[in-house]
């Protein structure tokens, strides 16, 4: 247990399905990070959160939206999605400084992932 | 951007045996950390690296930060069949770069 939820463990979905997925960390941190982790490629990020403010989009499709109602929660909402967007999504967790710079200590802490399958 | 070469892209072999694996890159990072993943899950830290020059051990497990912060390898001593898994390493600049991976395979 590293303190990091996802759920739900696998989802398939639909391309004109409408799914969310769910991120919950316990460990008081205030960043909050989306990967996409396909076969073969390194893992990619996608989106930042700092103290609940998005920070960084990594180049990321728009049926992609991200939420984070407060510093424990985020959110991965998926709409018209596209087969090749089948992959493992990381949800990840640190403590940044007040300023959003990472600090030597801020190692991050990942979640067990969604297995989306996209049909 | 920055990238990470992990090498090797895989290992086999035989329990008992010791591994190495390593990073370079072609970027200053501050920070270097290697990660393990288990089959359906998420990366766990394995060891954190923080000064160039700077060797940790945690178990069975030995990393070292590069002298220029530019590479960092990762040992790992009398393997056993649990050390089966995907070892990731990354570079900590302003956000994570992460390595392709080292996929080990421990044959009993």
């Known amino acids: 247990e590293t303190g990091v939820t996802q759920t739900p463990r696998h989802l398939v979905m639909g391309m004109t399905n409408k799914k969310s997925l769910k991120c919950e960390q316990h460990?008081?941190?205030?960043?909050m990070y989306w990967y996409k982790q396909s076969a073969k490629k390194p893992l990619e990020l996608m989106f930042v959160?700092?103290?609940?403010?998005?920070?960084e989009n990594n180049s990321v499709p728009s049926r992609f939206s991200p939420e984070c109602p407060n510093s424990s929660h985020l959110f991965l909402h998926l709409h018209t999605l596209q087969p090749e967007d089948s992959a493992l999504y990381l949800c990840?967790?640190?403590?940044?400084?007040?300023?959003?710079?990472?600090?030597?200590?801020?190692?991050?802490?990942f979640g067990p992932g969604t297995r989306l399958t996209v049909l | 951007g920055q990238q990470l070469n992990q090498s090797p892209q895989s290992m086999f072999i035989q329990e008992g045996e010791d591994v190495s694996m390593n990073c370079t890159s072609s970027?200053?990072?501050?920070?270097w950390l290697w990660y393990k993943q288990d089959p359906g899950e998420g990366p766990v830290l394995l060891i954190a690296l923080y000064k160039a020059g700077e060797l940790t051990s945690n178990g069975r497990l030995t990393a070292q930060f590069g002298i220029t912060r530019k590479d960092s390898f990762l040992n790992i001593s009398a393997s056993i069949p649990s050390d089966v898994g995907i070892y990731f390493c990354?570079?900590?600049?302003?956000?994570?770069?992460f390595g392709g991976g080292t996929r080990l395979m421990v044959k009993p």
């Open positions: 990840a967790s640190s403590q940044r400084g007040l300023a959003g710079v990472p600090r030597p200590d801020n190692e991050q802490f």
């Open positions: 990354a570079g900590q600049g302003n956000m994570l770069t």
């Open positions: 970027s200053i990072f501050n920070t």
């Open positions: 460990l008081g941190h205030n960043a």
């Open positions: 959160y700092n103290f609940k403010e998005q920070t």
